[in-house]
């Protein structure tokens, strides 16, 4: 069964772009989860999604939003790019909402 | 808000010494505990969650401790190796008011050969 994939794995911005990342969840896996993760703050979260419906959201400013697509693919945006945004953007999915999480490989967001 | 506390953020034993990382979160709603290790550039990897019913759960080598009371929860990993070397995540997860996922800062695991 193949894994997590997210796209792109890499990005370059500059300040006041926007991006969107894509999250490909494991087939039949329909809660999805994103992270930004920094040197310094570790893994923080963002929103996660469960058949469609954001089921929660972390302490980030409104530029960041979510969706997730009927087939449980998700994708995140964030607006008006800031240097603080440069960042690992990881995906997770799990079966269901208390099922062990998987990781993808992350894209490597970097702001100019 | 929630917050998951982790100590030390970094450890350096001997190989085949034990290692132990210590977390305490804030929400007293989490009822899931996982712990991650990450090797350098690579995605965290689940090694080994406990649920609050239970106190005590053990994988060969790593074994996880939960006390809701004190809202303490700790990873013990004995006969250290280097490739034990990585970042370790514990992380707290609760279900009020939708689903989330809290992770603390992470340890830095080094084992010296």
């Known amino acids: 069964k193949a894994g997590v994939t997210q796209t792109p794995r890499y990005l370059i911005k500059t300040r006041g772009q926007q991006v969107t990342l894509s999250c490909s969840p494991i087939s039949g896996h329909r809660s999805v989860s994103w992270y930004q993760q920094t040197p310094g703050q570790g893994l923080q979260f963002l929103f996660e999604y469960f058949s469609e419906t954001q089921r929660n959201k972390g302490n980030f400013p409104g530029r960041f939003s979510g969706r997730q697509f009927s087939n449980s693919r998700s994708e995140m945006n964030v607006s008006t790019l800031e240097l603080g945004d440069s960042a690992l953007y990881l995906c997770a999915s799990s079966l269901e909402l208390y099922n062990e999480q998987f990781f993808g490989p992350g894209t490597r967001l970097t702001v100019l | 808000g929630e917050n998951v506390e982790q100590h030390p953020s970094t450890l350096s034993v001997q190989e085949g010494d034990s290692a132990v990382i210590k977390c305490t979160y804030s929400d007293s709603a989490s009822n899931y505990f996982p712990w991650y290790k990450q090797e350098l550039g690579k995605r965290p990897q689940l090694i080994i969650d406990i649920r609050s019913n239970v106190g005590e759960k053990k994988d060969q080598r790593i074994a996880v401790t939960l006390n809701k009371t004190a809202k303490h929860f700790s990873l013990h990993i004995t006969e250290t190796q280097p490739e034990d070397s990585a970042v370790y995540f514990c992380?707290?997860?609760?279900?009020?008011?939708?689903?989330?996922?809290?992770f603390g800062a992470g340890t830095r695991l080094f084992v010296k050969a």
């Open positions: 992380a707290a997860r609760s279900d009020t008011g939708g689903f989330k996922t809290i």
